[in-house]
């Protein structure tokens, strides 16, 4: 049976280390939802980094987020739409791709962890040269 908190716990102490340059918020729904959409309970599944403020995103530019869902965990790692070209990652991290920008995940694998942790550097050097880093 997966172990979802746990990987959650885990997903959000390594996406952590970039609160230092970005907005955190335990609410999805502050990232670049319109304001009649927004739900005020935040929720304690949900860890979501937001970037700087823009015209299109008041709240700020989605960074990531990890969310416990009912069957696996989501990493939302949105600096792959900015990247010029795909990223490239390895095959056992693509089985966990749905989307461009979403990983799914049941259990806690260091290895496909640290790549993501790779993955989300390179996500933050593209906000730092886009100007969207909050710090």
Do not use: W
């Amino acid at each position: 049976m997966p172990d979802l908190p746990a990987v959650h716990a885990e997903l959000r102490r390594r996406l952590s280390v970039h609160e230092d340059a970005f907005l955190v918020s335990d609410n999805l729904t502050d990232a670049n939802t319109a304001a009649s959409h927004k739900v005020d309970e935040p929720s304690p599944d949900t860890y979501v980094l937001l970037g700087a403020p823009t015209d299109r995103y008041p709240d700020g530019q989605l960074f990531a987020s990890v969310r416990i869902g009912k069957r696996y965990v989501s990493y939302h790692l949105m600096s792959v739409y900015m990247s010029p070209e795909e990223p490239t990652i390895s095959p056992e991290l693509t089985r966990r791709r749905q989307g461009k920008s979403c990983f799914n995940f049941t259990r806690v694998d260091d290895a496909l962890f640290d790549e993501l942790a790779d993955l989300t550097d390179r996500g933050r050097d593209l906000y730092e040269a886009e100007g969207l880093l909050r710090r």
